[in-house]
């Protein structure tokens, strides 16, 4: 049966069209004819005007993905037997695998499942979620058999947002399939839009570890210097100077101490700590750098306090202006900001906080967090300025004019180093 999937002729549908499937149905598109699905009405007419609302896509992109269409009516997939799965996998409140977006996915799907068909996932899941909760939901609702009637392929996501050298042609590619042939169909696949290449892996498993590995081990890392960071405050060293006199070696690795946002870094470790857990291991490294990492907006919140304290400013109703809400600097993705952490760590000491982003959209941001983003700083106002967030707005600012809006006495908290150190009051 696999053999009667015509690769250069079948019709392809990508199913999510969020910072993962945007770019992915830009790029089939170009190469063959596809359908972009997503359920959010709006968003299907800003694509169909042209407009990326996650500033990934530019309108010459757009316009060079000729056999690309945008739908939100699921009913247009119909012709399709090819179909990439890019729903979100987020975490619950209680930092547990979310997988009920996925799940209603590929119910949604099943319909138009048919026999030939292959479902390739790039969601972040953990170790079996794909062979064993996906496909036998297809099955169940398509009355199909999997391996028999349809396949699975699993070629997880790589997306760095905002970069515009390490985009989508130009990062190598995971590669897997539910059976060896469907494994090098899915490899043929990919290789007509990746430049970079792709590795195939020898099962759908092996890719879904590969996959949360790749976050777990930078968040480790992170979680270390995070530590570090702490200790050497404590003793009154600069972190940066150990930082940069550690990194004349060789093989040490450049890792900063930092808040731990967005939708990788700070979700994949817990889908794997998941999984660990339930075959009865526990994961005491993954989730004591998590631990560490998601404690980091509240130590920064109690340093700010102690900061000051030590300077003689009464926290009870401090005006902080806070420089930067995105999890990363020169993009408006906010996904898991731990700004907001940071905000609700420092509301507790009865301060008066304003935020400013030049990059995202306001209304989402109070949408999503309930806060409320200040247009611009207001001169002379303010007891403490930090800096969350790097954007190169914030860098190009002089200290002269960084000064101008705090009060006659004032402390500025520099968390990303923006500014050099004899600029700042106190560093991360």
């Known amino acids: 049966m ?4 015509k690769f250069k002729t079948t019709k392809l549908a990508v199913i999510g069209l969020g910072y993962v499937g945007l770019p992915l149905a830009i790029e089939f598109g170009k190469k063959r004819n596809v359908i972009g699905f997503d ?9 169909k005007n042209l407009q990326d609302t996650s500033l990934q896509i530019s309108r010459d992109e757009f316009r060079q993905s000729v056999n690309l269409n945008f739908t939100n009516n699921i009913d247009d997939i119909k012709d399709c037997k090819i179909f990439i799965v890019t729903i979100p996998t987020p ?21 138009f499942i048919k026999k030939g068909s292959l479902v390739i996932f790039e969601s972040t899941v953990y170790p079996g979620v794909t062979e064993e909760i996906c496909a036998p939901i297809i099955e169940k609702h ?33 590669t897997s399939g539910s059976t ?44 270390l210097v995070n530590e570090l960071s702490i200790i050497f405050n404590k003793l009154n060293i600069d972190t940066k100077s150990v930082l940069d006199a550690a990194g004349t070696k060789w093989n040490f690795f450049p890792f900063k101490p930092g808040l731990v946002g967005g939708h990788c870094i700070g979700v994949d470790p817990y ?11 526990n994961p005491e490294m993954i989730l004591s750098g998590r631990k560490i990492n998601d404690k980091m907006p509240f130590y920064v919140a ?3 306090k102690k900061l000051m304290i030590k300077n003689n400013i009464d926290y009870s109703n401090a005006n902080i202006l806070i420089m930067g809400f995105t999890f990363k600097e020169n993009f408006p993705d906010i996904r898991n900001s731990k700004i907001s952490d940071l905000v609700n760590g420092i509301r507790k000491y009865n301060s008066n906080i304003d935020v400013f982003d030049p990059w995202p959209k306001k209304e989402v941001v ?5 806060i409320n983003l200040i247009k611009k700083p207001i001169k002379r106002k303010y007891d403490v300025i930090l800096f969350a967030v790097a954007h190169d707005a914030f860098k190009k600012l002089s200290i002269k004019q960084i000064r101008t809006l705090g009060k006659k006495k004032h402390v500025i908290y520099d968390l990303k180093n923006v500014l050099n150190s004899e600029e700042a009051d106190l560093k991360l």
């Open 180 to 223: 060896p042939e469907i494994a090098t169909k899915v490899d043929e696949l990919y290789k007509e839009i990746i430049i970079a290449g792709t590795f195939k892996t020898s099962s759908i498993k092996i890719a879904e570890a590969a996959k949360v590995i790749e976050n777990t081990q930078r968040d480790v890392n992170i979680a």
């Open 2 to 5: 696999t053999s009667s999937l």
């Open 302 to 304: 109690k340093q700010l």
């Open 271 to 281: 889908y794997l700590a998941h999984k660990s857990l339930e075959v009865g291991h």
């Open 91 to 111: 975490i619950d409140k209680k930092k547990k695998p979310d997988l009920r977006l996925l799940k209603k996915g590929c119910i949604m799907l099943s319909p």
């Open 39 to 47: 359920i959010d009405k709006v968003r299907i007419n800003e694509l």
């Open 366 to 370: 109070k949408k999503e967090y309930n």
């Open 142 to 174: 398509s009355k199909l058999i999997f391996n028999k009637d349809f396949f699975c392929g699993y070629s997880p996501e790589r997306i760095n947002p905002g970069d515009k050298v390490h985009d989508i042609k130009n990062i190598l590619k995971l």
